[in-house]
């Protein structure tokens, strides 16, 4: 997969293709990222021109068409003639923000890599690693570039060392994962952006000169942007076209950035937000960046996400709920919020079990005196009054049902009232003489303290050892602000946003140790936190609190673009829906919720007998379908985005015998067309039975199509489940 020969590194994936070279002067140059080509020297491909105000460095002075300014770099120097975005910017002990890298050497190692306390894509013999070294002479500052391939998913991870070899303090203030340079123009941006009940909508734009960035300075990857960002032919369509897509493994502030330059030239950038971030390097100390991942499709936006989905369910996504099926859940959040007792939680829990409910999930409201969201955060202990005897009596209950138990809870968290604030008001992100800015009634604790972790991670650990606790839901509902640690000098504040996430991988890796049984949903007010990084410990997250179907269409769409389906938490919720007064049938909300990772959050309790016998068909399908629904292959067959009578998408099995067409219709016009839905990723040879009737040949389904019967009605929905002959 990895051939270096005298300085030329060429990465082969299966389908791609991706070299650097050192050249005569050392400076690493990217010489191509795209389709597989066969190999040999691509440095030809750059082109050089002595061009005005780009300056030459001072080893190349003879040459004025070598310019930094214009060359495509791998890790780009600051401050020495590159004007575009810097990869790395520090700050030295004299003062000046000046470095500039050139090559040292290099190994080469089968396996992964591995970053201590960060979440990576892991793998054993079928992954290589090259480790490239860099150094910077006048400051002693060594760059470890750090990448792994792996062939089968066309995936190219990166992260990099920054470590202090001289004998002065340093300080970084930027450190991206991941630098990527074109030297054409023609691409497009697409970006995932939103807001609180409204994540992850695509937004496509050519790229213009200049700089256009999305990111996060909410602690948090956030509802608003995310850390997945796709560069595209202007021409791509999900069929067709060359996409590059970019992902990065983080849960904290991070920036993606694309700078259309002087020449038309891109550079992509994308790492660490470098907001209030500074981290002091004295001589001997490192810092590594998060793990960023490349794939680049050669043939469109589906191949792109089906590489993206395979690679993080078999490589990011840790056993044992990577293979394992997850249990579909009942959760009590929308029907009851916070005003529930035993008695109302088993009414729900006895009509669930009967209709095909594995898991009980207890959401908020179940410690100290939590009856509104202004109490308790911080105080893990059972409210007796709600439920008497604590979870040791509530639980045996559960599982006489047949079902498991979970809870929700929101380590990193506090309210004012409550035990563990009066007790330790300095415990909060803050700085002193600065009343706090307050969200949802609560603060937030500052997870970079070991000190602070360990007393809720004690306390925790309490709950889940009273009672046989099979998942946990991992709720933030709130950004960072008043980022301040009372912990930390002065000129280490701007070290908290990154230690704020390692500390909640910390806790999160110790749960993973301590309760290797354990589901964790991540949470953040919904999709706040739906990354690649929060994935490695939490295998799926609730995508969004908008659980409207006929919004979801859109809001998993767009999660569908880098995330697999077993990722995205997804439930049938009551109509009227609670977020936009729209109701919808039963049968539509669950082919939308089935989506997703699958289940329900109603009060059962009050189902009529037709929606029970809806529900108990439902979860029968989806547990006879689980491998097709969540470890087939996914294609968006249209987009919700646009105006259109319907949207549809299908999962296929990896063997290309089975598949899943689902389809919801908008809301509907008169006059409508006669519609065939264009079906994809069969096996054109293949005759299929849909729906357990007739013989369609493959070809045929995907050429010509699947006649839509009319009349529609608004919000309907129809499944189409194919087998071949
Ligand atoms: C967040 C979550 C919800 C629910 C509430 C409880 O908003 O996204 O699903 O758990 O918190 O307070």
Known sequence: MILCDKGLFTLHTKHTTYQMKADGLGVLLHTYYGPRLRGGDLSTLIQYADRGFSPNPWDARENRSYSLDNLPQECSSCGVGDYRLPSLELELSDGSHLTDFRYQGFRLERGKYRLEGLPAFFGGEEWETLRITLKDQAAQLEVELLYGVLEERDLITRALRVINRGDQPVTLCRAASLCLDFQRDGLDFITFDGAHIVERCPHRSSLRSGIQSVGSTRGASSHHHNPFVILCDHEATEDHGRCYGAMLLYSGNFEAAAELAQFQNTRLTLGIHPHHFRFPLAPGQSFTTPEAALICSPTG??????????????????????????????????????????????????????????????????????????????????????????????????????????????PEMVNEDSQLYRAHPDWVLGAPGRPQTVSRGQLVLDFSRKDVRDHIYRDIQKVLDSAPIRYVKWDMNRSLSDVWSAALPAERQGEVYHRFVLGVYDFLERLRQDYPDLLIEGCSGGGGRFDAGMLYYTPQIWCSDNTDAIDRLRIQFGTSFGYPLSAVGAHVSAAPNAQTGRTVSMETRGVVAMGGTFGYEMDLSKATPEEREIIRRQTAFFKEHYDLIQRGDYYRLSDPFQEGPYTAWEQVSPDRREALVSLVTGSVHAGLPFLSLRLKGLDPNLDYRVNGEGRYPGDLLMEAGWPLPLPWNDYQSTQLYLSAI
């Open 301 to 410: 936006l589906a191949q792109l996400s089906t590489q993206f989905h395979r690679a993080l369910r078999e490589h990011l996504i840790r056993d044992p709920y990577a293979g394992k099926r997850r249990p579909v859940l009942i959760n009590n959040w929308e029907a009851t919020e916070f005003h529930f007792d035993a008695d109302k939680l088993l009414d729900i829990a006895r009509a669930a079990a009967p209709l095909g409910m594995e898991l009980f999930v207890m959401d908020d409201g179940w410690f100290g005196n939590r009856n509104s969201d202004s109490s308790s955060l911080g105080d893990w202990t059972v409210n007796e009054e709600k439920l008497p005897g604590g979870l040791e009596a509530l639980t045996p209950r559960i599982q006489e049902l047949g079902m498991c138990f979970g809870i929700w809870i929101e």
